[in-house]
């Protein structure tokens, strides 16, 4: 029993698999049980590989390896339902990104200004990022409102296909200039001596390959466990009488779970910097790798797709945006821009719930 508790992170992913594998036959409080249990696991195991290769490889890491998953959802429930997903990749990347922009980005924000009165970043590295975050998702989500070459928030097979190819190479061009380029921008400003985790010795090659895998079985296991779980959160909102739109929040929110809590996590360590690089590069990782991959099933199988925004979401899309360029803007943070992001979250929760 003392072995299960001190490894317990190798043992989550596989009991996740293993309730997987049970399918319905489990209530549903048993596979939340486990999806919080995995949840916790990943960010161990992502923690893990992060201090062995160093920021900000580590957080984007983290943050491909969930959306990749989350595109394979995404990709398998459009194949599946046809013609009726059309709306589905669009909903999915908004929600996404309002979530990761209002409720991680302000969540980080206030309780690590909370703990640490103000906290600082590099202002080139999330200008940079928000910068490209600006282009992808007007490009994705707003310019299909108001071309002319087919009817309806819709592009054309060729604005299609020239619109996910420039989102693709502006997020490598991104990952580039990040990873390689000017990688020292999105490198944490403060003394890194006063932080003990900067100092620990580092995993060996073997424990790090061990917790990569691990990492995606657990991964796998989040977003498994939130698709078994959306027959019981359908069927709680239906019975609430709420729009059926929040359920593609709720699973969105589920699948975003292990990069919200190590985000907070950093936060609370007064590693801003590493917060925002996981919440930043998680939004451009949705946009830059989803998009593309549905558009290309559209073209292939001739599955139509919907990608622009209605009016509403709009405004709130680039209320958004703008709140962010101004609050991350300076470099440094209190928590009245954290209050301000949760806020704004909170009208598009309640403006889903009652449109």
Not at 65 to 89: K, Q, Y
Not at 187 to 214: F, Q, V, W
Not at 233 to 249: D, K, L, W, Y
Not at 326 to 337: A, K, N, V, Y
């Amino acid at each position: 029993m003392e072995r299960l508790a001190r490894h317990w992170t190798w043992f989550a992913p596989l009991l996740a698999w293993a309730m997987i594998a049970g399918g319905k036959s489990l209530p549903a409080w048993l596979l939340a049980a486990a999806l919080i249990l995995t949840v916790l696991a990943a960010v161990h195991h992502a923690e893990l590989v992060a201090h062995k290769v160093g920021e900000p490889f580590g957080t984007l890491i983290l943050a491909i390896a969930v959306t990749v998953i989350e595109l394979g959802l995404i990709v398998t429930l459009m194949a599946a339902a046809g013609p009726a997903a059309a709306t589905l990749a669009r909903d999915t990347v908004f929600a996404a990104v309002m979530i990761i922009l209002n409720g991680l980005v302000g969540l980080c924000i206030l309780i690590g200004a909370l703990r640490h009165r103000e906290q600082s970043f590099q202002q080139t590295g999330v200008s940079a990022s928000l910068a490209t975050l600006c282009a992808l998702t007007t490009l994705t989500l707003v310019l299909p409102n108001f071309t002319i070459a087919q009817p309806g928030p819709v592009y054309a097979p060729s604005q299609l296909a020239f619109v996910a190819i420039v989102s693709f190479l502006l997020y490598l061009t991104f990952v580039a200039v990040q990873t390689v380029r000017h990688r020292d921008y999105f490198l944490p400003t403060r003394d890194r001596a006063a932080d003990p985790a900067a100092h620990a010795d580092p995993p060996s090659n073997r424990d790090t390959a061990m917790s990569a895998a691990l990492l995606l079985l657990c991964l796998g296991g989040v977003v498994l466990l939130a698709k078994s779980l959306a027959t019981p959160i359908e069927n709680a909102v239906t019975g609430a009488g709420a729009p059926r739109a929040i359920v593609g929040v709720i699973i969105a929110a589920l699948v975003l779970l292990p990069e919200g809590v190590a985000a907070t996590r950093a936060a609370l360590a007064n590693r801003l910097q590493t917060s925002l690089n996981l919440a930043l590069g998680s939004a451009l990782a949705t946009i830059g790798l989803t998009i593309p991959a549905v558009a290309g099933l559209s073209l292939a199988a001739g599955l139509p797709i919907a990608l622009g925004l209605d009016p509403k979401s709009i405004v709130l899309l680039f209320l958004t945006l703008i709140v962010a360029t101004l609050s991350l803007g300076t470099g440094r943070t209190t928590i009245l821009q954290g209050a301000v992001h949760l806020v704004i979250l909170g009208v598009y929760l309640f403006t889903t719930i009652v449109p």
